[in-house]
């Protein structure tokens, strides 16, 4: 049976410990399934420390430890947290070794869920952070792509901050860009974006409409390669989907940089611009399956009848 | 009976930051200082009895006010100078400016413009050294503002929960910018509260030297020995000069100089000057004074960081 994306991280965080004299910080790391199966069940004198409830504080005691060098892995167990726990994070580990050339290398673990979850754990937060130089940011999703994402880490000596998804932890699987000789459209997508837009891909299949699917995992950097702008070249178009807000967000930020690299129209789609209730009708959630579908076809309509009337 | 030597060491550092203070004051005008500055005139006497009692491998984590403590600490002198003035042989190449200085060759692990956040750092430094085994001390340094932060609350009690090496340096003197401290805390009680966290906490009144120093090497060692975690000092002090800026504020009204004018008279620096002797006590002075005229010959000569300096230390490409 393959490794899920929760089994890796665990698996890593335990030789991490055990080999590396890294640490592990969180709140209620032990309190409820060890943060969805991730961390492994071992005590503070193997490196694991249960932080009192600081959300401004906690953060600030990893990035001490990080700059003892433990390579700390910081964990934030609901994403939308960071908009308290970014203080220390973004004011200091990702200033540091620009402004005083002394490195902080911090793992965060940033961990995203969604449905029902209310107005602040919900979802993704992952573009607040890439607005702060000093901090790159990657948003994986299967196995292969969180242990590619840690060994950037321990090769590098700077923070790094990890867009988990509850959705991936399952995940025992890889996903393969999805690149067809004359798609009709090119989608782009992130974090449990990702899953959705599969979903929607197969349905505008049914229909007749070829979509091609790019995997994001590197959101900062972020990589502009061969294969998307070929991708978004030949179809004409293309959408990135995220599942963090769309105004200001990481969606609207990519479909800018590979617009312009491109040379086509690259849209975004994100979640909507108002606070998620805990009630289903109030949900804030990942752009479902049917509105991705919706959004593409709102879009090739109106190329077609762009066509029509602006001659190329 | 004090020994001399004790003397003229805590006499030279502080007469050592006042007259850099002074000169920064004096320059700053000129604009060739690139960044704001946060004087420590006044208040120098709780960073050199402190620090008197630490050892170089201790270390220290400071607030935007920090020059004092970076110089008591044994930060360099040229380096900070430099730093000030924007140049390249800055101790931060010139991207950090005064609130940020740091010497970590020296145990000055950094400080930051935002109240109370390096009293995390601290804790966390303090934590990770506890878990290795060092023996270094870690001191967190911060204002009475700090005290009213989430920040500051959440460390202590992790500290005193894991009972860290650490003591924490209150250096209140009377204001967050602008405020008074009895306009911010209904109690003026700080250790009490301190005290309710499970750790030792105690006032040092009045700028006192001697006191600060003493209760310092007791905590510091006592610390070091592992017994028993962190300690607190609230240190009452008292600011001289502008919040921000080189100039004096009486005239915007927030305070007076009748409330300034007991600090100024009780000031430390001129208290130790009379206990030396004065062919001493001269020699002491020339020789800080050829080092700072030194210094800011330093920063005046040093180059501006090149255009491709804003692109180093950055992160590398995944």
Excluded at chain 2, 13 to 42: C, M, N, T, W
Excluded at chain 2, 96 to 111: P, R, T, W, Y
Excluded at chain 2, 245 to 255: I, K, M, N, S
């Amino acid at each position: 049976m393959a490794r899920t994306v929760a089994q890796t991280i665990k698996d890593v965080t335990r030789k991490h410990l055990e080999e590396n004299q890294g640490l592990f910080l969180g709140q209620c790391v032990a309190a409820v399934g060890w943060i969805g199966g991730t961390v492994p069940e071992m005590t503070e004198q193997e490196g694991i420390v249960e932080l009192p409830a600081a959300d401004v504080a906690g953060p600030g005691i990893a990035v001490g430890a990080a700059l003892v060098g433990r390579r700390p892995i910081f964990t934030i167990r609901y994403q939308g947290f960071m908009w308290y726990n970014a203080a220390s994070l973004l004011n200091y580990a990702a200033k540091s070794k620009e402004m005083w050339g002394i490195p902080c290398p911090i793992f965060v673990r940033a961990i995203a869920m969604e449905g029902g979850v209310g107005p602040v754990a919900s979802n993704c937060h992952h573009g607040m952070v890439m607005r702060m130089p000093g901090m790159p940011v990657a948003a994986p999703m299967t196995p292969e792509e969180w242990l590619s994402v840690w060994d950037w880490f321990m090769s590098h000596d700077d923070p790094l901050y990890v867009s988990e998804h509850r959705r991936s932890f399952l995940i025992d699987y890889e996903m393969e860009p999805r690149i067809h000789r004359r798609a009709d459209f090119s989608l782009l997508a992130i974090s449990a974006a990702r899953l959705n837009a599969l979903e929607a891909v197969k349905l505008l299949e049914k229909e007749g409409i070829v979509c091609d699917l790019i995997h994001l995992l590197w959101l900062k950097p972020f990589p502009v390669t061969p294969v998307m702008l070929e991708s978004l070249r030949s179809a004409g178009q293309g959408l990135v989907v995220d599942s963090d807000f769309e105004i200001a967000g990481a969606s609207r930020s990519i479909a800018y940089e590979l617009m312009h690299a491109a040379g086509v129209p690259v849209h975004a789609l994100g979640l909507e611009d108002r606070t998620s209730g805990f009630a289903p009708q109030c949900d804030n959630p990942t752009p479902p399956v049917g509105k991705i579908v919706r959004r593409v076809k709102e879009l090739l309509t109106s190329r077609s009848s762009l066509k029509k009337v602006v001659p190329t | 009976m004090r020994e001399q030597a004790f003397l003229e060491r805590l006499y030279r550092s502080l007469f050592r930051i006042r007259r850099v203070e002074e000169e920064i004051a004096e320059v700053y005008p000129a604009d060739k200082i690139q960044s704001p500055i946060h004087l420590s005139i006044g208040q120098e006497a709780i960073s050199v009895g402190v620090c008197e009692a630490l050892r170089p491998e201790d270390v220290v984590f400071g607030s935007y006010r920090s020059h004092a403590l970076y110089l008591a600490k044994g930060g360099d002198l040229k380096g900070m100078i430099a730093e000030l003035y924007g140049k390249a042989t800055g101790v931060a190449k010139g991207k950090a400016g005064s609130m940020h200085l740091i010497d970590a060759a020296h145990g000055v692990m950094g400080a930051s413009a935002v109240v109370a956040t390096t009293i995390p750092l601290a804790v966390g430094y303090a934590y990770a050294c506890q878990a290795q085994g060092k023996k270094s001390v870690v001191v967190s340094f911060f204002g009475d503002g700090a005290v009213e932060e989430g920040a500051f609350h959440e460390s202590v009690n992790f500290a005193a929960v894991k009972k860290l090496p650490i003591l924490f340096i209150c250096e209140n003197n009377g204001y967050a910018i602008l405020s008074p401290q009895k306009n911010r805390q209904a109690l003026d009680n700080i250790p009490e509260r301190i005290r309710a966290y499970g750790m030792p906490a105690e006032r040092i009144e009045a700028n006192d030297l001697f006191q600060t120093y003493d209760r310092s090497k007791e905590a510091v060692d006592r610390i070091r020995q592992g017994k028993g975690g962190p300690h607190f000092l609230e240190c009452r002090t008292y600011r001289w000069r502008d919040h921000v800026g080189p100039g004096e504020d009486f005239h915007l009204g927030y305070r007076t100089r009748a409330e300034a004018e007991p600090w100024m008279a009780g000031d430390p620096l001129a208290q130790m000057s009379a206990m030396l002797e004065p062919s001493a006590r001269q020699r002491l002075e020339q020789e800080v004074k050829a080092e700072i005229h030194e210094a800011f010959e330093f920063a005046e000569q040093s180059p501006f960081p090149d255009h491709e300096e804003l692109y180093t230390d950055v992160f590398r490409e995944p």
